[in-house]
Nanobody, 111 residues
Framework: QVRLVESGGGWVQPGGSLRLSCAAS????????MSWYRQAPGKQRELVAN???????NYADSVNGRFTISRDNAKNTVYLQMNSLKPEDTAVYYC?????WGQGTQVTVSS
């Protein structure tokens, strides 16, 4: 059974930082590209970043230079380090493997 469990969301002031984690189980993590998506109220879910099995990273223009995706294959975990957060980063953030989604974690950026 595939499980993706996100953690690390919360409230932060503009300019602050958060690190999201996604613990994966039930599939061959080392062989799966992993992604972070987000969905703001009233908007479509959008890709934030992904990381491939060889380590190559890809970012949405809106977060490039502020967010960093990484993976620890020994821990079956993917991370999203978010710096210089803006109010427009407020959303539910979802972890995704090749075929499965996590339940999401809320990130709120406000003063």
């Amino acid at each position: 059974q595939v499980r993706l469990v996100e953690s690390g969301g919360g409230w932060v002031q503009p300019g602050g930082s958060l690190r999201l984690s996604c613990a994966a189980s039930g599939f061959l993590f080392n062989f799966s590209p992993m992604s972070w998506y987000r969905q703001a109220p009233g908007k479509q879910r959008e890709l934030v970043a992904n990381i491939f099995t060889g380590g190559r990273e890809n970012y949405a223009d809106s977060v490039n230079g502020r967010f960093t995706i990484s993976r620890d294959n020994a821990k079956n975990t993917v991370y999203l380090q978010m710096n210089s957060l803006k109010p427009e980063d407020t959303a539910v953030y979802y972890c995704k493997s090749r075929f499965n989604w996590g339940q999401g974690t809320q990130v709120t950026v406000s003063s």
